[in-house]
């Protein structure tokens, strides 16, 4: 992984020839003002839904996150973004009540892989609450608020540590795995890992660090790389993903490689040096982070993401429920650069 100079970001994503210097502030694609889809603003988009993950099928969107009582997996449906704030919400599976997968259950995500749709998520154990591991759950139903899911059992990495926050990705007709992952002969809490995948349930070797918290705003509280998510866009692979403890220091960082690249070699990894979403007071943006990238209704890339309203917590942050979800647009420089806004109010 190659940490990059400030100038050399702004300049296009270091290694594109020709590209002029970001203006972070104007160089967007349309105005600067708060996005919205049918007068719904992004602030608190749903509240109480922290993790959020948005997939775009071919009749609509569905949306599952992380609800506050850490209990179940919840799916709801929409032919738009918009209605998803208002969808009805069906519990499509529960907790266990004791062993593995009846604990902690944080950051569904649901895929659609070679006509089987599947939920990757991760859970703890009632006795072990944080012994956390990947899990991953399947569902031939046509629509995956129907069916029954079946569980598949733990998605088995090279190392048998706690583990968290898997994310799937196609790129030529590859399926690519992120997740993090603590190393306890190391000393962060978790990096960023990747692999290929040898099937939907099965990880293949070799497993390679893409990027560790080595950075100080990383390390803010706990040293974390987590909650990865992936955006193909100007030929380039980004993975925008979030660091530090989950309070008001949590903030989100930008790793990206060319779409041409060995993904597996670290080297072939950028990383911007400094976070590209944080928190901002102004305007009542706390701890935003643990994002996810989808289409919208007329072809712009949105993030969906959690944040809370306010930097006091009601218990520890884990335990506070009021991390909401949000969305904004994601706008591209001509360097192709996503940018961000950060600057700008939700």
Known sequence: MKLLPLFAVLAGLAGLSGCQPVNMATDNLTATQPVAVNNAVSAAFIPRRADPWVYKADNGYYFTASVPEFDRIELRFSPDIAGLANAQAKTVWRKKASGPMSANIWAPELHRIDGVWYLYVAAGEAERP???????????????????????????SALDSFSLDATVFSHRGQHYMVWAQQDAARSYNSALVLAKMATPTRLEAPEVI???????????????????????????????????????????????ADENADLLDPQSWHKAPEPVFQ?????????????????????????FYHARDT???????????????????????????PLFNDHLPD
Do not use: C
């Open 210 to 256: 893409i990027s560790q918290p080595d950075l100080s705003w990383e390390q803010q509280g706990y040293k974390v790389n987590e909650g990865a998510a992936v955006l193909i866009r100007h030929g380039k692979i980004f993975i925008a993903y979030s660091a530090s403890a989950t309070d008001h220091r949590y903030a989100m960082g930008l790793l990206w």
């Open 130 to 156: 944080f012994q956390i591991r990947m899990y991953v759950l399947a569902n031939s139903a046509a629509d995956p608020m129907q069916g029954q899911w079946q569980e598949l059992g733990q998605m088995q």
């Open 279 to 303: 928190t901002r007071p102004e305007f009542n943006r706390y701890g935003p982070g643990h994002n996810s990238f989808v289409v919208g209704d007329n072809g712009e890339d949105l993030m």
């Open 311 to 337: 930097q006091q917590l009601q218990g520890s942050p884990l335990t506070d429920g009021n991390r909401h979800t949000r969305w904004r647009q994601i706008h591209w420089s001509a360097a192709g650069l």
